[in-house]
């Protein structure tokens, strides 16, 4: 499995979890088990990403709340401020009008609706409004901007369930 603390790595790790878990009783299952947690250390034990694109950022940032689910990490991430710190650093390059900057090889709303769903995770995990925030602002602008119904963002408007499991609406 790929190795580091940026988004394919999570994302292919979350799948590896997610299928150890699926068939337990597979002889493959403690490989993937294992191949998962050496990610998840990868990138928890220092609490951030070295990515430095905003399309990617909001990938890793959706897989590794699914990551910490699949290995029983999911309180040791709420409990971890440098996690927080860096929810927060994303967050606040949110705009009022929904909008985040492009750098890296990002554009504006590129791949929008897994910020959607990392913010309304980050605000259920923290019982914080201001990631509730950024997540509807982005979906407005999203969805005005760069419609769900466009080719391009089909396959990860799978993601959506994702922000409505994670939504608190207490």
Same mark, same amino acid.
């Given at each position: 499995i790929q190795r580091g603390n940026y988004n394919q790595p999570l994302s292919r790790a979350a799948g590896q979890a997610l299928a150890a878990?699926? #068939?337990? %009783?597979?002889?493959?299952? @403690?490989k993937w088990g294992a191949a998962a947690?050496?990610? $998840?250390? %990868? $990138?928890f034990d220092i609490g951030d990403t070295?990515? /430095?694109?905003?399309? *990617? /950022?909001?990938? #890793?940032?959706?897989?590794? #709340?699914?990551?910490?689910?699949?290995?029983?990490?999911? &309180?040791? =991430?709420e409990d971890n401020p440098a996690v927080r710190k860096m929810l927060? +650093?994303?967050?606040?390059?949110?705009s009022p009008a929904g909008i985040t900057p492009g750098y890296g090889d990002s554009g504006e709303l590129d791949d929008w609706v897994f910020w959607v769903a990392a913010f309304e995770r980050a605000a259920s995990t923290w019982h914080d409004s201001t990631f509730r925030w950024a997540a509807e602002k982005i979906f407005t602008a999203? =969805? &005005? *901007? +760069? @419609?769900? /119904?466009?080719?391009a963002l089909l396959p990860t408007s799978d993601f959506l369930p994702l922000a409505i499991r994670w939504t608190d609406t207490s």
């Open positions: 878990k699926i #068939f337990p %009783d597979s002889p493959d299952a @403690p947690e050496n990610v $998840w250390h %990868d $990138w070295t990515e /430095n694109a905003l399309n *990617y /950022n909001c990938i #890793f940032l959706t897989y590794s #709340f699914e990551l910490a689910d699949l290995l029983g990490h999911t &309180k040791q =991430m927060e +650093r994303f967050r606040d390059q949110v999203g =969805m &005005k *901007y +760069r @419609p769900l /119904n466009q080719d």
